[in-house]
């Protein structure tokens, strides 16, 4: 049933992303302004040549640190410098955050994801996410941490602590950066990038769409990812969540098939990345939500919240890949099955 298979990645294995092509913004711009059917078939034929068909990898998240932080990027709740409805927590306990993580994986979560408010980690803080690392670790799931920049020696030890990705997100292109934050830098982000993938722990790097940007300058947004060498290995494509006392609340939502594209696009560009639709997908209804899976979205967050907002509900989740005939991915440690959903077939395999 697939059509000449190349590769099949496998969320287990340890890929060896090829040398990126040389992606200019003005090639990528060309790939957006395709007929939208033709951008679709070039982003299908993508995706099944570097992926078994109709997987989905499914992430769960939680938020370790809540609020109280001192950058003041123009998306998010969590800064002091808006004024927002988010209530400042301290870390959640350990019981707490493995509960969480049990849930996660008998609802069939695929890896556990685990933010932090915060321009870096503090080295008590540290200390912590160290042993939450370890610890989910131990349940067999797989793990990822965003926590804001981080020192060299800090990626060193979150990848002996077993951890297997970081989310560090670009979130817009350098030009338009300055607008949406001004307490750090776009290099600041690079770095910290640099630094994760040193320490060989895989990288999580993607963006927020819809927050006044030009096409062009989502073009740019996804010319950085691609050319970063290797490219990371999951990209998670954010539309805005626009929120109450920050400046971006009354942003006019994107046109949702400017979403689709740029999924699809991302897809042609960075073949063998899991490409995540991210925040802002339950507003975006069922019909756009399976187009982006036709475009090659292979990764969602899974489970009723993403950090401060809530997520699409996860029992309408499973209808949804069950009306799809989708299935989460298969990773080798993971042996939690979604209820309701049908076992996998292995021929893809
Ligand atoms: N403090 C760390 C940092 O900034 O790297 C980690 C947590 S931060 C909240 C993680 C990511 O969430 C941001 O980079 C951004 O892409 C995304 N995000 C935050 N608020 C959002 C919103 N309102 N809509 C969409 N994405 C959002
Ligand atoms: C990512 O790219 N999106 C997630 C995750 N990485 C950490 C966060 C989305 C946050 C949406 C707003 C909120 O819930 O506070
Ligand atoms: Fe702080 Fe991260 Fe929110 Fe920026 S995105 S304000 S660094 S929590």
Not at 106 to 120: H, I, K, P, Q, V
Not at 172 to 195: Q, V
Not at 271 to 291: D, N, W, Y
Request: proline fraction near 6%; include cysteine; charged fraction near 25%.
């Amino acid at each position: 049933m697939t059509s000449q298979p190349i590769h099949f990645y496998r969320p287990s294995e340890t890929v060896d992303l090829p040398e990126p092509e040389v992606w200019p913004v003005k090639e990528i711009l060309e790939l957006y302004e395709l007929p939208f059917t033709e951008l679709m078939f070039r982003a299908q034929e993508v995706h099944r040549a570097n992926f078994p068909s109709g997987q989905v990898e499914l992430n769960s998240l939680i938020s370790l640190k809540t609020g109280a932080c001192t950058e003041d990027c123009g998306y998010c709740p969590q800064s002091i410098h808006h004024n927002t409805d988010v209530t400042p927590s301290k870390m959640l306990d350990m019981e707490t955050i493995l509960a969480a993580a049990r849930r996660a994986k008998e609802l069939g979560a695929n890896r556990f994801c685990m933010g932090a408010s915060g321009r870096s980690p503090n080295d008590r803080d540290f200390r912590k996410y160290l042993k939450i690392v370890r610890a989910v670790k131990a349940l067999g799931l797989e793990t990822c941490m965003t926590l804001g920049m981080l020192k060299e020696e800090q990626a060193q030890q979150l990848k002996e602590a077993g951890l297997d990705y970081y989310n560090h997100n670009l979130d817009t292109s350098p030009d338009y950066y300055n607008t949406i934050i001004s307490t750090r830098n776009y290099k600041d982000r690079l770095d910290t990038l640099g630094r994760v993938r040193k320490a060989g722990i895989k990288v999580c790097c993607g963006g927020i769409i819809g927050m006044g940007e030009s096409r062009e300058q989502r073009a740019a947004l996804l010319s950085q990812l691609a050319n970063l060498n290797p490219y990371p290995e999951a990209v998670p494509i954010n539309h805005l969540v626009p929120i109450k006392g920050t400046p971006l609340e009354n942003m006019k939502p994107l046109d949702p098939l400017e979403f689709v594209r740029t999924i699809a696009v991302a897809r042609i560009i960075m073949p063998q990345a899991k490409v995540r639709m991210s925040a802002g997908r339950a507003e975006l209804g069922q019909a756009i939500q399976a187009l982006c899976f036709l475009a090659g979205a292979n990764s969602i967050f899974y489970g009723e919240k993403l950090l401060t907002t809530d997520n699409a509900d996860a029992a309408e989740d499973r209808a949804l890949l069950a009306k799809l005939g989708l299935k989460p991915f298969e990773a080798t440690d993971v042996k939690a099955r979604m209820p309701g959903l049908p076992e996998h077939d292995h021929h893809d395999h």
